[in-house]
């Protein structure tokens, strides 16, 4: 008898973290009551611009109607667009048509829900890159989606790479609908100067390639303000970049706020010949006495992930500047990190590797693997698809993934952990906050 109650015992303490685990899956996300609102404005964010966009369009909306609210693609009830008399669209698209990572549950009710919209008007501002094959793809499917729902869509407006001529478009059609141009200055905290302190290459020149085109190494930059005020960061923080020319380039920062300096590291790039607006410009100015104009811009999605779980890091070259600051604070709370890194091959990375090593030989890292392509013909998916067995044991049952690089080495990846650890899995951690990625 106590034998078998000892084998119910073990039984039920095998099945419960199953239980909780799949009661995680397919609890559905909680939903903002927006009490009937006449007036939405709704925002999609990858990395914050289309956010911020949405709070200033939010403060016109504000000045005629008080009570107009201000949410989350995530979070919305297509039950409160029916109700809702004019709403107001900010939404990215991220990568390759992709819908940002907070609009997942609106993306798929756009092919999968009804609601009818007959009365509603709807204006939708699209934020994309024209360099990508699939320009604001994500707004477009929101735009075909609203008008299929009987709404009448009054303004339609797509925005290439932030331009400034673009966004003057969506205050242009905000004044129209009466409500006003966006707040001056709700925007944009005024960019300071920042001197570049020192500029070193980790990394070698990269070779015209399908995903990665061409580039004249990988640069660590210090930068501190002219003004000797450092601001203040969070993990996962840009730096915006602008440029003479009035463009923006975003960079992440590369080091956990407190110290006397900002930490970059860009990639020089090349495109046809001329370096690219931003990387060229950040790695040709003299060091010392060289300046350039830029802010601090939140990005909240990529935020270190709760718990106390262990850490799975995964990138691949500039993706570097994204993990660091992740890694800094994981070892400092005492999480074990597992870092996955790609670079083309020693000899070319010895100045990015450095660190990574030392961190792993003083016992900082639980592991450490690199993928060397061009040495030894590995890159970041093959490490993830020969260790699955290791990744269930490391992420199962409250593991985090923090991923940053380029888009195809991220696709590349997440499916690998799709495979490895199942779809149910990567959605809760998705939905949760468990897992973070940058990916550009």
């Known amino acids: 008898m106590r034998d078998t109650f000892t084998d119910w015992l073990i039984l039920a303490a095998l099945i419960a973290p199953w239980l909780g685990l799949t009661w995680l899956c397919l609890r559905k996300r ?9 007036h939405l404005v709704v925002y999609a964010s990858q990395t914050g611009h289309a956010q911020e966009i949405a709070e200033a369009t939010h403060a016109a909306v504000l000045r005629v109607d008080p009570e107009a609210r201000l949410v989350c693609a995530n979070r919305l009830d297509l039950a409160d667009l029916a109700g809702a008399d004019r ?3 900010v939404v990215a698209t991220s990568g390759d048509g992709d819908a940002p990572d907070d609009a997942g549950d609106l993306d798929r009710a756009l092919a999968e829900d009804d609601v009818d919209l007959t009365g509603v008007q709807v204006a939708i501002l699209a934020l994309g890159d024209r360099r990508y094959t ?61 001197r570049i302190d020192s500029r070193a290459c980790v990394a070698g020149p990269v070779g015209e390639g399908a995903q990665t085109g061409a580039s004249e190494g990988l640069f660590r930059l210090t930068l501190r303000p002219e003004d000797g005020l450092l601001p203040a960061w ?25 110290g ?22 950040l790695t040709s100015l003299p060091v010392g006495t060289g300046r350039v104009r830029a802010r601090i811009r939140a990005h909240a999605g990529f935020r270190p992930p709760p718990g106390t779980g262990p850490l799975l890091a995964i990138g691949a070259g500039s993706g570097w500047a994204g993990l660091r600051p992740h890694l800094l604070e994981a070892m400092a709370s005492g999480r074990a990190c597992w870092l996955i890194f790609g670079e083309r091959g020693e000899a070319d990375a010895s100045g990015l590797f450095g660190e990574m090593r030392a961190w792993h030989e003083e016992g ?16 970041v998916p093959d490490i993830l698809a020969a260790n699955s067995a290791d990744l269930r044991d490391f992420l199962t049952p409250a593991g985090a993934v923090v991923l940053c690089g380029r888009l195809a080495m991220g696709e590349a990846a997440l499916a690998v952990l799709r495979a490895s650890m199942s779809e149910d899995w990567l959605e809760e951690a998705r939905h949760s906050g468990r897992l973070r990625s940058d990916l550009y």
């Open 87 to 89: 709403v107001f669209f």
């Open 30 to 38: 909680p939903r903002v009551a927006l009490g009937g609102a006449s």
């Open 364 to 379: 900082r890292f639980h592991r450490l693997d690199l993928a060397l392509s061009r040495q030894d013909g590995v890159r």
């Open 260 to 281: 006397e300096e900002l930490v970059l590291f860009v990639r020089r790039v090349i495109d046809k010949g001329v370096p690219g607006r931003g990387s060229g410009l």
């Open 134 to 194: 699939h320009f604001c793809a994500f707004g477009e499917r929101l735009r075909t989606w609203c008008e299929a729902m009987a709404a009448e869509v009054t303004a339609y407006v797509t925005v290439d790479d932030l331009a400034p001529d673009d966004l003057a478009q969506w205050d242009a059609v905000l004044r129209r609908e009466g409500v006003g141009g966006m707040a001056e200055g709700q925007l944009d905290s005024a960019p300071r100067e920042w």
């Open 234 to 258: 969070g993990i996962g923080d840009l730096f915006e970049l602008h440029t003479p020319d009035g463009h923006l380039r975003d960079y992440s920062i590369a080091n956990r706020c407190g």
